[in-house]
């Protein structure tokens, strides 16, 4: 997914204030999501589930400022009964200025563990890169 930094993104510096990048990879997450055909809205309305962050680690390398243009990369790394574990780069001109480690569990909206729906699994499963990992 590819944005661009706004002044709304940042700080008095022109620098992007570092959990703006958290928005950022949620954004990244949910347009994956709907180019596999799950928009989140959907997904509740079909089945209750949500899907809520469980556990996240960034590794900030380097700043995003006023302007710059940006990608969110988004990758499977593993599916479990009820969560996905994804690998998250945020980029610019090729060079990975944040990593980020998610574990999102997927919940009914009572907040207990669901399971991660058959057709989004199917989905995930079916993903060049996961196909690839899993195979090994």
Do not use: W
Request: net charge positive; aromatic share 6%.
């Amino acid at each position: 997914m590819k944005l661009r930094v706004y002044y709304e993104d940042t700080d008095a510096a022109g620098i992007v204030y570092y959990a703006n990048y958290l928005k950022f990879a949620e954004r990244g997450r949910t347009e994956m999501m709907r180019d596999l055909g799950f928009a989140h809205s959907a997904i509740v309305e079909e089945t209750g589930i949500v899907f809520t962050v469980r556990r996240c680690s960034a590794d900030y390398r380097a700043a995003a400022r006023l302007d710059d243009a940006l990608t969110v990369d988004t990758r499977i790394a593993a599916i479990g009964a009820a969560t996905l574990s994804l690998d998250q780069q945020i980029r610019r001109d090729g060079e990975t200025i944040v990593a980020l480690d998610v574990l999102v569990a997927c919940v009914g909206r009572d907040g207990r563990p669901r399971r991660v729906p058959p057709g989004l699994r199917a989905a995930l499963m079916n993903l060049p890169s996961l196909s690839h990992r899993l195979s090994k």
